[in-house]
T-cell receptor, first 114, second 110 residues
Framework: DTEVTQTPKHLVMGMTNKKSLKCEQHMGHRAMYWYKQKAKKPPELMFVYSYEKLSINESVPSRFSPECPNSSLLNLHLHALQPEDSALYLC?????????????FGQGTRLTVV | RKEVEQDPGPFNVPEGATVAFNCTYSNSASQSFFWYRQDCRKEPKLLMSVYSSGNEDGRFTAQLNRASQYISLLIRDSKLSDSATYLCVAYSGSARQLTFGSGTQLTVLP
């Protein structure tokens, strides 16, 4: 099973809403990532979790709040977003040790903030 | 200066052509390098890892030159299905961070 599953696939939310994006992998990977991708741009790193601990926060606004409940799950909680936060949000996972850097991406959540 | 820079593209080539993509990186601490492929409105997927000795996977050949901090990807006998955006990626183990280049769009024409 080399799959990273993200839900929902599409999300439309208002600026006052609270929503959560979910990501799940069962490959035993201990590094998990959130990326944001705007149209015709490369993915931009938001957060890195290593062994369920937040190891990198790339100066992401506090309206994005990550959570790693266990080694298989990664959430991104959204609150009071702005229209410019509309983007494709990608979750990825990779092994620690040998295989580092080989990331498996989920299909992404296409988020529209209205 | 961006950490990973790629040919801006786009590349439009006929079927059967050979096409080469180049990439440079600025962080000498980067440990591993990869080419990812991203189809329109899809997620990135690993195409191949890149080694100093060069590596080949079918029609695809990747090369890393650490001294020049340069990475390349060669696609021979292009197929219509090769049309995608190709992303050059550097990995830093200390930061556990994948850094993506801006991507090069390839369109293979019939």
């Amino acid at each position: 099973d080399t799959e990273v599953t993200q839900t929902p696939k599409h999300l439309v939310m208002g600026m006052t809403n609270k929503k959560s994006l979910k990501c799940e992998q069962h490959m035993g990977h201990r590094a998990m990532y959130w990326y944001k991708q705007k149209a015709k741009k490369p993915p931009e790193l938001m957060f890195v979790y290593s062994y369920e601990k937040l190891s990198i926060n790339e100066s992401v606004p506090s309206r994005f709040s990550p959570e790693c409940p266990n080694s298989s799950l990664l959430n991104l909680h959204l609150h009071a977003l702005q229209p410019e936060d509309s983007a494709l949000y990608l979750c990825a996972s990779s092994q620690e040790g040998r295989g580092q850097g080989v990331a498996f991406f989920g299909q992404g959540t296409r988020l529209t903030v209205v | 200066r961006k950490e990973v820079e790629q040919d801006p593209g786009p590349f439009n080539v006929p079927e059967g052509a050979t096409v080469a993509f180049n990439c440079t990186y600025s962080n000498s601490a980067s440990q591993s390098f990869f080419w990812y492929r991203q189809d329109c409105r899809k997620e990135p997927k690993l195409l191949m890892s890149v080694y100093s000795s060069g590596n080949e996977d079918g029609r695809f050949t990747a090369q890393l030159n650490r001294a020049s901090q340069y990475i390349s990807l060669l696609i021979r006998d292009s197929k219509l299905s090769d049309s995608a955006t190709y992303l050059c990626v550097a990995y830093s183990g200390s930061a556990r961070q994948l850094t993506f280049g801006s991507g090069t769009q390839l369109t293979v024409l019939p």
